[in-house]
């Protein structure tokens, strides 16, 4: 993909969708911290299912931390690796309160120090709490990098390497949202929905799925 069909991939996702947003819901970015590390492995819908009771009653790191293990494992035991989830939840809210004031810190460095906090889950932080043009390549980011030819490698840091280096610059801060939401709805991982993609035309996928008779 060539820097004219970058361009016109991106323009065209903004003008599907001008301002896309994460589907997770969190009120606070303390919330969106707890979401995202629930989200791993784990889909989005059934995410906000168990944080909408979670934080009805844990909406801070002191009210999750008093709530206990027990407790927070109850909240959030439709969610796979629930027990892990669990654990590093509780651990990340005593170093938050210990060494952040109970405030979500802004830099990668911290935020990669804290329990069950890696690369991708900083970036999204980053990314949707202090609008930083970073780029969490999940499953959907990475295969679409390699799919249409827009940043294809062989590691999830090298995908993410060359999406910040081709995206244009006016078009970084949203673009994870962008290709999370377009990998999601319609280049699933499976069967890719070509007969109804915007960007087909622009798309290194040699061989197009035709629509379903």
Known sequence: MNHSDIETFFATLKAANPHPQTELEFSSIFELLVAVVLSAQATDVGVNKATRRLFAVAPTPRKMLALGLSHLEQHIRTIGLYRSKARHLLQTCALLIDRHGGEVPPTREALEALPG????????I???????????????????????????????????????????H?????????LILHGRYVCKARTPECWRCGVAQVCGLRMKTPAPR
């Open 117 to 124: 906090v890696g690369r991708k889950t900083a970036n999204v």
């Open 170 to 178: 006016e078009y970084l801060t949203d673009a994870h949202h962008w």
């Open 126 to 168: 980053l990314n949707v709490a202090y609008g930083e043009p970073t780029m969490a390549v999940d499953t959907h980011l990475f295969r679409l990098g390699n799919r249409t030819g827009l940043a294809p490698g062989k590691t999830p840091m090298e995908v993410e390497r060359k999406l910040l280096a081709r995206i244009p």
